[in-house]
């Protein structure tokens, strides 16, 4: 392994159905979805093809598949509950093959260190328990990490971890530009309200601001998202939600009868919510499932709504902005 002593910052969001990965070369976003290899394939020959083989991961001596198509090759692996995102196995597995596609992608060494990583989890776990669930992703990431995916070897020392709630991240994106300043064109909103809302695999998130403080009655997250889009679609049950949401990306799942009903769904937790979204000068839309409210968002908050430019991307943006500003602070100190 070559070894690079370069301090990074990461932003993280692991999503129920996406993980999302951020650093000063770029983003990186890989589907939530995993299973256990459990013997061998079937070769494929007759000029038949077989679905797009998975990543292959081994971690701690077990070994996994993950991608779109890894419920069609191994054991599936499908928990939604909240204890996913707290450090249980499949997290790690998830978290390692959305940084070996990083390193991949922006072609970095490796074995490097992380002085810093800024975790974004869903409001439900930033409650009563935020403290002792800080512990336990900290707990998760901080240290050495080591796996192999593909035949090839890794290792990661992340120093530092910072937690905060998902929807935050997507405020400071849109307040922060690529060098983690200000934009004063977008400033200004700060002295009115904002609403964000981001649509999730599993929860849609809430967060209303009014003169950059958080207003708790209107903020909340809802056990509502693209999970619930997706299962209305099979309501007999024959697929597992990773192979039903492989067929939403590569548009082969028909959701013409269910997306205005599951649309309705999600403007109707908005306002239960966000009580009186008129008061925010700003109505931003983030998550997975910005694209398919996207038309009906921008015509029911009329010529308030925001899209960024990378919906998917933009929560997880902005927690790297936010790790990189906070650390640009405090060495001023």
């Known amino acids: 392994m070559t070894k690079n002593n370069t301090q990074n910052?990461?932003?993280?969001?692991?999503?129920m159905g996406n993980q999302k990965l951020f650093s000063h070369e770029g983003g990186t976003i890989f589907p939530s979805h995993i299973a256990i290899k459990n013997g061998s394939t079937v070769a494929v020959s007759g000029g038949i093809k077989a679905k797009n083989k998975p990543m292959e991961l081994s971690v701690n001596g077990s070994e996994f598949y993950a991608g779109l198509s890894s419920h069609w090759y191994g054991e599936p692996i499908e928990n939604l509950g909240y204890d996913r995102l707290l450090g249980a196995p499949e997290l790690r597995v998830m978290f390692y093959a959305v940084?070996?596609?990083?390193?991949?992608?922006?072609?970095?060494?490796?074995?490097?260190?992380?002085s810093k990583i800024v975790v974004g989890l869903p409001f439900e776990l930033c409650g009563a328990d935020f403290e002792k669930n800080k512990r336990k992703v900290s707990s998760f990431l901080k240290g050495v990490h080591?796996?192999?995916?593909?035949?090839?070897?890794?290792?990661?020392?992340?120093?530092?971890?910072?937690?905060?709630?998902?929807?935050?991240?997507?405020f400071f994106d849109m307040q922060l530009d690529s060098d983690c300043k200000f934009i004063p064109d977008n400033v200004r909103f700060n002295r009115g309200g904002i609403l964000v809302v981001s649509v999730g695999n599993k929860t849609t998130e809430i967060l209303f601001l009014d003169d950059m403080k958080l207003v708790p009655n209107k903020t909340a997250g809802k056990t509502y998202g693209v999970s619930d889009l997706l299962r209305m679609t099979d309501p007999e049950g024959l697929y597992t939600l990773a192979q039903l949401d492989e067929k939403l990306r590569g548009k082969a799942l028909d959701i013409s009868q269910t997306e205005?009903?599951?649309?309705?769904?999600?403007?109707?937790?908005?306002?239960?919510?966000?009580?009186?979204?008129?008061?925010?000068?700003?109505?931003?839309?983030?998550?997975?499932?910005?694209?398919?409210?996207?038309?009906?968002?921008?015509?029911?908050?009329?010529?308030?709504?925001?899209?960024?430019?990378?919906?998917?991307?933009?929560?997880?943006?902005?927690?790297?902005?936010?790790?990189?500003m906070r650390s640009k602070s405090k060495s001023k100190k």
């Open 9 to 15: 910052i990461f932003g993280w969001d692991p999503g």
């Open 99 to 114: 940084m070996t596609k990083h390193i991949r992608e922006y072609r970095l060494d490796n074995q490097f260190s992380v």
């Open 146 to 170: 080591t796996w192999d995916t593909d035949g090839q070897s890794y290792e990661i020392t992340i120093e530092q971890v910072d937690i905060t709630n998902q929807a935050i991240g997507a």
């Open 260 to 324: 205005p009903l599951w649309t309705r769904n999600v403007l109707g937790n908005i306002q239960q919510v966000g009580g009186d979204w008129k008061q925010a000068q700003r109505v931003i839309l983030v998550g997975g499932g910005a694209a398919l409210i996207n038309g009906t968002f921008n015509n029911y908050f009329a010529g308030r709504a925001y899209r960024p430019d990378d919906p998917i991307l933009s929560v997880v943006r902005g927690l790297y902005k936010m790790g990189v």
